[in-house]
């Protein structure tokens, strides 16, 4: 019977209030889809990272005949500075940092140079001994690099140490400031989901402080009387939850995996079952504030 009773007065709760039910739901889906988004933007950079860093290589270019580092002054490097480098890496401490080493020649680097920039204008005047020979190593923790750049960068014959982590960095950090941004503005449509909630609970309240007022009279319970306006709140700030990771979820599906992931089949772009997590984070968010909020609203405006 009770249950039955406070069924009956979230019904009419959200009957008569149905607009403000809406805007409600609204909003929720709204800020809750920015959370969603900066959630999932983090999920793609940690996706891109643990790929890429995984690939980064340190390149570590000898000198050619017009390079200008002062370790050069005796100009391209010679064979015996080829090996002592090799040597370097095959031993401690660096060995165990080295996954892999691959050592390209200048003819090497000038056919993928080729290979890579077929428009380049200069591709055709181009020639071997130009481009630097180097050392790709493959590192088994991508953040040593600085290790290989302090042991071989004054070493002799060699031009410069590149951590090809660096062209990446920009990339990361920019994704970084869309994360906070979107988390900015999913903070203020939350405290506006807060409000507009809070605004809900009091006007239905205020509409039905005639039927609370009979229900203490009669002895009904804090919790009784209380109880169904909370869950108004709760259960419109539930279906825009719900709404909002439907919609991420669309987006990851139809957007991402079928029209982005094979364009760029290189790009570990994330997938719909890692999406899955950030539905009951969303649902658990929109229960907080608005139970929150009604429970606030209420205290300060309807004594029980």
Not at 174 to 195: Q, S
Not at 267 to 281: K, L, N, S
Request: net charge neutral.
């Amino acid at each position: 019977m009770r249950l039955g009773f406070i069924l009956g007065e979230i019904g009419s709760g959200l009957r008569r209030n149905l607009s403000m039910v809406v805007s409600v739901i609204l909003v929720t889906v709204v800020s809750l889809a920015f959370v969603g988004a900066a959630l999932m933007l983090q999920q793609q950079i940690d996706n891109m990272k643990g790929y890429w860093y995984d690939r980064i290589q340190v390149s570590v270019f000898l000198c050619n005949k017009d390079s200008t580092n002062p370790s050069c002054v005796s100009g391209a490097y010679t064979e015996a500075q080829r090996a002592d480098i090799q040597a370097k890496l095959d031993q401690p401490p660096l060995q165990q940092y080295v996954k892999t080493v691959e050592f390209e020649t200048q003819e090497d680097a000038l056919k993928h140079f080729k290979e890579q920039r077929p428009d380049s204008a200069i591709s055709d005047s181009l020639t071997a001994d130009q481009l630097p020979a180097s050392f790709r190593v493959s590192m088994t923790d991508p953040e040593k690099y600085q290790i290989f750049n302090e042991a071989l960068s004054s070493v002799p014959g060699v031009d410069q140490v590149v951590d090809q982590r660096t062209a990446l960095e920009p990339i990361f950090t920019t994704m970084r400031i869309g994360t906070i941004a979107a988390l900015v503005i999913a903070g203020l449509m939350i405290v506006a989901a807060f409000l507009l909630v809070a605004t809900t609970i009091r006007l239905s309240a205020f509409s039905r402080r005639r039927e609370t007022g009979i229900m203490r009279l009669v002895g009904a319970s804090k919790t009784v009387v209380q109880l169904p306006f909370i869950l108004e709140g709760v259960i419109a700030a539930f279906i825009g939850a719900v709404l909002a990771s439907a919609g991420l979820w669309a987006v990851t599906k139809f957007v991402i995996e079928d029209i982005w992931a094979p364009a760029n089949p290189v790009t570990p772009f994330i997938t719909v079952g890692q999406v899955w997590w950030i539905a009951p984070v969303l649902i658990g968010i929109s229960i907080v504030v608005a139970g929150l909020s009604s429970w606030i609203t209420l205290r300060k405006y309807l004594k029980v």
